[in-house]
């Protein structure tokens, strides 16, 4: 099997993740500017090559099997490294100092990023940066397909610990918000019960912060009576705290400037728990690019300055 992939070429791999797209010959030839039956020879070499049948031929198109969508991920995985080779070397061919891709969750990590892009591209004009922010089951799955280069964030399962390395960055609180115009704003001796019988705005299931408010109001006996709203945008949630009396569970570095701004209100209620620990989370046994190198520095420099000063 080792000698049969060391025969598949460059333009196999194209193929085969145009293929992927399309599920159809027809389709794949004209991306590929080459005939239909063109198109039929590579497949049939590859299949020849890695001596296995990878796609089902149906009526209209065709189908991966099971040996198809393996491969499929790895003509994505590999055409993804040759991309990004391509484009580091053209950056430090021409005086720069490469591409670095980066995943974030929102809250403190947020701030964290901005303050170490800041930083970054004051030791490094040329470094051109590419800033996704997206929640933590997400991110990890782009950090596995190399779409991301590294992610800050948190594991949210047991099993990534075997694939990713993890190291501790920073602590985060949370905090009950709603709209400035909310009854409970300014009250006294707020209970959790009384909460429960409020309509709420909250993260996807899948989010730690989502899991966290389960945990308290599931510890308590609790179960939101009123309406649930789920939104993984903060920007939606405060839209609509703004105009509804729904709460929100959310970040507390998050919602600080909205509230020092006058755009929300913190809801006086004390909580049992925080969110778990976020940190660096970059692909196991992968030495770094000088770029992600000279970024995870400063990353580590900053988080270690904030904690100090609490």
Not at 36 to 46: C, F, N, R
Not at 61 to 68: K, T, V, Y
Not at 78 to 91: P, Q
Not at 102 to 131: D, F, N, W, Y
Request: glycine share 6%; aromatic share 6%.
């Amino acid at each position: 099997m080792a000698q049969a992939c060391g025969r598949l070429r460059f333009r196999h791999l194209q193929f085969l993740d145009i293929l992927g797209q399309t599920r159809n010959l027809r389709l794949t030839a004209e991306q590929m500017h080459i005939t239909q039956p063109a198109a039929t020879k590579i497949l049939m070499d590859i299949e020849q090559i890695l001596e296995a049948r990878l796609f089902d031929r149906l009526s209209r198109g065709m189908r991966p099997n099971e040996l198809g969508l393996f491969t499929l991920r790895y003509a994505g995985v590999a055409l993804a490294g040759h991309r990004k080779f391509v484009d580091e070397f053209n950056a430090l061919r021409h005086g720069g100092h490469g591409h670095l891709t980066i995943g974030a969750i929102t809250g403190s990590a947020a701030h964290l990023l901005m303050a170490s892009v800041a930083e970054i591209q004051r030791l490094r004009p040329l470094l051109v940066l590419k800033i996704l922010e997206q929640s933590s089951d997400q991110l990890v799955v782009w950090l596995a397909e190399r779409k991301i280069d590294l992610m800050i964030g948190r594991f949210t399962d047991e099993a990534q610990k075997a694939q990713f390395q993890y190291e501790r960055l920073a602590s985060e609180q949370l905090q009950v918000v709603a709209g400035v115009d909310h009854p409970l704003r300014g009250a006294l001796d707020l209970e959790l019960t009384q909460l429960a019988h409020w309509p709420w705005i909250l993260y996807p299931t899948s989010t730690a912060v989502r899991r966290v408010c389960d945990d308290i109001f599931g510890r308590n006996g609790l179960a939101l009576a009123c309406g649930v709203v789920e939104t993984p945008s903060f920007l939606f949630a405060l839209e609509l705290m703004q105009r509804t009396d729904m709460l929100s569970l959310q970040p507390a570095a998050l919602v600080d400037k909205y509230v020092k701004k006058g755009l929300l209100a913190r809801i006086p209620v004390e909580l049992p728990d925080r969110l778990p620990d976020y940190g660096l989370i970059t692909r196991l046994d992968e030495p770094p690019t000088p770029a992600a190198q000279a970024f995870t520095d400063v990353l580590r420099t900053l988080a270690g300055t904030a904690a100090e000063t609490g």
